[in-house]
């Protein structure tokens, strides 16, 4: 059984929660049902995923998300693509959230009074019923038939707080949303069109389950991996696009979100089907010398398994060295400086030629030492990139900022560690 909420016609004045999207220029305010507002997807992110969908790639019929949340995606969806939308939510307060932030988007773009908003609908119960919420679309507007479905988006409900999960914990899950939607999906230029919003704590493992499962309904659909950032060297979002939206020849997308929200999103496309491997660089064994460029990347980029793709563009015909792999700082060695055009400098957090190397640990008992040697490299500013337990790395850099400000050095500097050895690297900025 589902309940039928219209968009025009329903009030915020039992919704508890709101807040203005700080992502969005006009600081859009939001309604969630309690609790929502951490769960729900960021205006920037929503709208930069729906403008990546070619509208001529979709066949015919309405966009669906069902487990659509507080809507945004939805209303993202439908106002790029002016396609009537469905969102389909078990919680009655969250299904209430969804229909007035569609709303909310509606006036904001002046399409209130559009037909698509006249055919746009949210229901509050099972999302896994695809027959029994077409049905009840189809009564409710008195259609001939039931409407076919141009796009299924999907967002299930995961742990919180939790660093892993399995994909049987996802609600719903996703055989139970294949099997309850797929015989009413229209077939596009490409097949049917599906955009997956994943968990990006799923393993590789993981991701490799969810492709046999998407294989036993759609059989060797085409499909694309897209990963989306905001910065701080982590996955935001981790999403498959299968079938007509999904990118052609592009087995992984890696779309860096830009702090400008005017700025367009910087996108890397390439990299090899995720069947051949993680596609995360090897580590190389060499030790590091004086004088070469030292840079570390965005960590966000090297899950993805583009990092190398994106090096070739902007790196000279050159070997990268790997110095660090795994972990919140990736670390290449390089002879040239990396060219760093548009929004390319958005995947470095430093780069920098090696002043010198210095044989020693970074504690608070050394920082005196480190401190000289920054002084006769004539260092002013030096930044802590170095792995260290929480409670100390701000003591740290403390202690080496308060002894530097006393003194009068021109250049800025950041440490990082040597992998495996008691070795510092004191990089100089260019």
């Known amino acids: ?62 966009i669906v998300d069902c487990a659509c949340g507080s809507g945004i995606q939805l209303a993202a969806h439908a106002t790029h693509l002016q396609r009537a939308a469905l969102g389909i939510e078990l919680d009655s307060q969250r299904a209430l959230a969804s229909a007035v932030n569609l709303q909310t988007i509606a006036k904001l773009m002046n399409q209130q009074d559009s037909q698509r908003m006249n055919e ?24 001939a038939q039931m409407p076919e479905i141009s796009l299924l988006h999907l967002d299930p409900a995961r742990p919180r707080n939790s660093r892993s999960h399995g994909l049987d914990e996802m609600a719903p899950r996703l055989d139970e949303i294949f099997a309850g939607w797929a015989p ?19 393993s590789h ?26 910065g701080r060297g982590r996955v935001d979002r981790l999403a498959l696009w299968l079938g007509s939206i999904s ?17 367009e999103p910087l996108i890397i496309d390439g990299g090899e089907p995720i069947q051949m491997g993680e596609g995360v660089p090897q580590k190389s064994r060499r030790p590091p010398r004086k004088g070469e460029r030292v840079s570390l990347l965005d960590a966000a980029l090297v899950e993805s398994g583009l990092a190398n793709v ?47 190397l210095a044989h020693m640990n970074l504690t608070l008992e050394d920082v005196d ?16 990139r170095v792995s ?37 690297l004191l990089c100089v900025l260019e």
């Open 184 to 202: 009413y999906l229209s077939t596009g230029k490409r097949g049917p069109s599906l955009l997956l919003d994943l968990s990006p704590r799923l």
């Open 120 to 143: 746009t609908r949210v229901l509050c119960g099972d999302g896994r019923d695809g027959r029994g919420a077409l049905e009840t679309l189809q009564n409710h507007l008195k259609l």
């Open 310 to 356: 994106w090096l070739d563009s902007v790196t000279k015909s050159e070997t990268i060295h790997w110095g660090v792999v795994e972990g919140r700082r990736p670390q290449i060695h390089h002879d040239h400086s990396l060219r760093l055009e548009g929004n390319n400098h958005l995947l470095i957090q430093a780069t920098g030629k090696i002043a010198t």
């Open 247 to 263: 990118i052609p020849n592009v087995a992984r997308r890696f779309v860096r979100i830009s702090p400008n929200l005017q700025d």
């Open 1 to 62: 059984m589902h309940n039928v909420l219209i968009p025009s016609e329903v009030d915020s004045s039992s919704l508890s929660e709101s807040a203005p999207d700080t992502t969005s220029a006009e600081k859009i305010i939001f309604f969630h049902a309690e609790q929502g507002k951490p769960l729900a997807t960021p205006w920037q992110i929503a709208l930069t995923r729906s403008k990546m969908v070619n509208k001529s790639a979709l066949g015919k019929g309405i």
């Open 205 to 230: 493992e993981q991701r490799l389950q969810v492709e046999e499962m998407v294989d036993l309904v759609w059989p060797q659909i085409e499909r694309t991996w897209v990963w989306t950032s905001r």
């Open 369 to 384: 030492a480190l401190v000289k040697v920054a002084l006769d490299h004539d260092i002013q500013k030096l930044t802590v």
């Open 388 to 424: 260290l337990d929480p409670e100390i790395q701000p003591k740290v850099q403390g202690a080496i900022d308060r002894q530097l400000a006393r003194r009068h050095g021109k250049r800025t500097a950041f440490v990082v560690q040597q992998p495996g050895d008691e070795m510092l």
